[in-house]
């Protein structure tokens, strides 16, 4: 998604979005609220990667790229119950639920927060000091997270045929 923005404001509003809508279905799982299969939503997990992938090396406008804070709110909910599914397969005992599910946010909250800014920041220094290197870092970055996501999709969706 940090590929989709020119601006560190609407990065912020992006990431808020993700991390808003990543607690909200979480929490729903976690509680018990919502429960889906592991395997399609995994693949859909899979498969939103492939797009953001795709919609970060157009050059056409997209409602992906007008709307990036949508896109990252409608995916925060989406990997939100990825994160869902891998917490519930710890096996958590259920009156320590709230507190791990405080102590998971907070920490995927850190990590992405250091990532982005760590990229953001870097890509921001290459496109002042080395344009081409900077295009190469996100064509290249796109094809790779784009064929991973593909190789998983894949995987995932034979996966729940059996």
């Known amino acids: 998604l ?3 923005v020119a601006t560190i ?3 912020l509003w992006v990431v808020t979005a993700f991390t808003l809508a990543h607690r909200i279905t979480l929490a729903l799982a976690v509680f018990g609220l919502v429960q889906l299969p592991s395997a399609p939503v995994e693949a859909c997990i899979a498969l939103s990667i492939v797009l953001l992938a795709r919609e970060a090396l157009a050059t056409e406008e997209t409602l992906t ?3 990036p804070w949508m896109v990252g709110f409608g995916f925060g ?3 939100g119950l990825g994160f869902a599914g891998a917490l519930s397969e710890v096996g958590l005992p259920s009156d320590q639920v709230p507190l791990a599910l405080l102590t998971f946010n907070v920490g995927v909250e850190l990590g992405q927060i250091a ?3 760590l990229v953001w920041w870097g890509l921001r220094w290459c496109a002042a000091h080395r344009p081409q290197t900077e295009m190469r870092i996100r064509t290249v970055s ?3 997270m784009g064929s991973l996501a593909v190789w998983w999709t894949l995987e995932r969706t034979l996966s729940i045929g059996g």
């Open 2 to 4: 940090l590929f989709l």
């Open 9 to 11: 404001r609407r990065l």
């Open 65 to 67: 790229r007008r709307y």
């Open 77 to 79: 909910l989406l990997h």
């Open 115 to 117: 990532f982005v800014a």
């Open 142 to 144: 796109c094809y790779i």
